[in-house]
């Protein structure tokens, strides 16, 4: 109901909502150079070998938002 009513909205504003893949590895990939590394989810600080260090869910974020805007420009 809810994913309703934020498409709902969105329209309104003449915007759209894409959903990603359930099964997107968003926490395990690397936002910068886009390694993937399995890690447990008690770890809280993603660290990939390019060097890139941050918050798990800020990197988390930024892997959404590229595959939302990949999605865009595919669709």
Same mark, same amino acid.
């Given at each position: ?33 886009? %390694? $993937? @590394?399995?890690?447990?989810? =008690? ?19 930024? %892997? $959404? @938002?590229?595959?939302?805007? =990949? ?5």
């Amino acid at each position: 109901m809810f994913t309703s009513f934020l498409e709902y909205k969105l329209k309104e504003q003449g915007k759209q909502l894409k959903k990603i893949d359930k099964w997107f590895p968003s926490t395990q990939m690397c936002s910068t150079c886009g %390694n $993937i @590394k399995p890690m447990p989810m =008690r770890v809280r600080t993603y660290t990939c070998s390019c060097g890139y260090v941050g918050d798990r869910d800020h990197n988390s974020a930024r %892997n $959404i @938002k590229k595959e939302g805007i =990949r999605l865009l420009a595919s669709a």
